[in-house]
């Protein structure tokens, strides 16, 4: 048993020490880093600033399969402003962007970072200039990912901040992060030093190219990140757009609230699976873990919440993307033993989230949910996790437990609505983080 007398059902437990990953194989300077949590990074002086996770995005490959978006056509002569929010705060911000599904090398113009004010708009003198190894533009290689140098910007934990992207010469495919559930902007031209939103007349609910924001300053850095890590229901999907209601979101709020802000790191991505890489909804989590969980800095705990689509996907026929093969509970439970070995040998602990009702959805089968059902007796009581929180029991109909409860329901009944989520965040217990 490795829970270390973390209470099962409404609780979670944080503790780790994590390994930076190298670069990877082939990166060149232009790399700086990537998201090895500090290592390799460009200047001698933010090697000696302590960083942490502020807001994250799981990468994926262009793709229309959400519908359409800016992905496939990529940029020129572009400008691309971003809005997000920061769970922990500090002096000192940075940025990572990522070309990691590219097709050639990614060319940066230029890049600026400041506060939100409203929509497109930027506060007045907050605009900071963003430098990759001192300079104000950068090509990341195919396959690579960039983090900026750190630039003066007083941040608050739970603050909003856009950042401002420019292309000046054709992208070709990017990669990007589907459901945003969350407003970005373009504008024709270079508008990075824009304060006013009067030139980004054109909107996505997708993110681009942009996969992290850390933060420096402000106090010690601990070992105390949270990352979340799913499909859909992590990534927020059924949510209030542009209103920061997905349960990492509203953990993060909770915990500020108590007196103890800390990172806390969406990397959901909605259709991903367990067992199988699909063209539109990403690699395969144990493929994907290592990138956009054990690669990040300062992580002492992963909320584990995969596997529906898995099911779903699997069980019925016409589902976007590439069929998906028949997977057995036993397989999904091998996939998340391979996730707890993966976190284990980086000293990072594991939550083992109980997958919550499906019952009515779309792709919801009497077979799929006996999977299902199989799956989470297995994380309630196999021992195998740190801790175990049973979102299935908080979120579903106490008349209908197969089913989720109308009052929690997006309307798909499958997804949570803002309600469904806060209850997810809120039967995690801090006093156990």
């Given at each position: ?38 290592a390799g990074h460009v200047g ?70 400041g506060l939100t004010d409203k ?124 209103a920061n209601h997905r349960y ?186």
């Open positions: 048993m490795r829970r270390s007398g973390v209470a099962l059902v409404a609780a979670g437990a944080l503790v780790a020490l994590p390994t930076l990953l190298p670069p990877p194989a082939g990166a060149g300077a232009a790399y700086a880093a990537g998201r090895t949590g500090g001698a002086a933010q090697g000696r600033e302590q960083w942490r996770g502020g807001w994250a995005a799981a990468p994926q490959p262009a793709t229309d399969v959400y519908g359409k978006n800016w992905s496939g056509s990529g940029f020129a002569r572009q400008t691309v402003r971003q809005v997000v929010r920061v769970s922990a705060g500090g002096s000192r911000a940075r940025i990572t962007l990522s070309n990691r599904y590219g097709t050639a090398p990614l060319r940066i113009a230029g890049a600026t970072v929509g497109a708009a930027v506060r007045h003198g907050s605009v900071r200039q963003l430098t990759f190894g001192h300079r104000q533009s950068a090509t990341i290689p195919t396959g690579g990912e960039l983090r900026s140098d750190g630039v003066g910007l007083p941040v608050r934990p739970l603050a909003a901040l856009t950042i401002t992207l420019y292309f000046d010469a054709p992208t070709g495919p990017t990669t990007f992060h589907g459901k945003a559930m969350a407003t970005s902007y373009r504008a024709a031209g270079d508008h990075r030093a824009d304060v006013g939103a009067a030139a980004f007349t054109e909107t996505s609910s997708s993110w681009y190219v942009l996969s992290g924001v850390e933060v420096a300053g402000g106090g010690p850095v601990r070992r105390d990140g949270i990352v979340a890590f799913g499909d859909s229901i992590t990534d927020g999907y059924g949510s209030t757009v542009d990492p979101d509203v953990l993060a709020e909770r915990l500020a609230a108590a007196g103890r802000p800390r990172s806390v790191l969406d990397e959901g991505i909605s259709g991903n699976q367990l067992t199988h890489t699909t063209p539109g909804f990403g690699e395969k989590a144990v493929a994907r873990f290592p990138k956009d969980v054990l690669n990040v800095p300062n992580v002492r705990t992963v909320v584990l919440l995969e596997g529906i689509n898995d099911i779903g996907m699997s069980e019925v026929s016409g589902q976007p993307g590439e069929p998906t093969p028949e997977v057995s509970a036993r397989q999904l439970i091998a996939a998340q033993r391979e996730l707890i070995r993966q976190a284990h040998r980086r000293g990072i602990r594991v939550i083992g989230a109980t997958l919550t009702p499906f019952k009515g959805a779309a792709y919801y089968t009497e077979r799929g949910e006996l999977k299902r059902e199989a799956l989470n007796g297995w994380i309630r009581g196999s021992g195998a996790f740190d801790g175990v929180v049973d979102l299935d029991r908080v979120v579903s109909d106490p008349a209908d437990r197969h089913r989720i409860a109308a009052g929690y329901d997006s309307g798909d009944h499958l997804h949570p609505n803002d309600a469904g989520y806060r209850a997810m965040a809120g039967a995690i217990d801090l006093d156990a983080l």
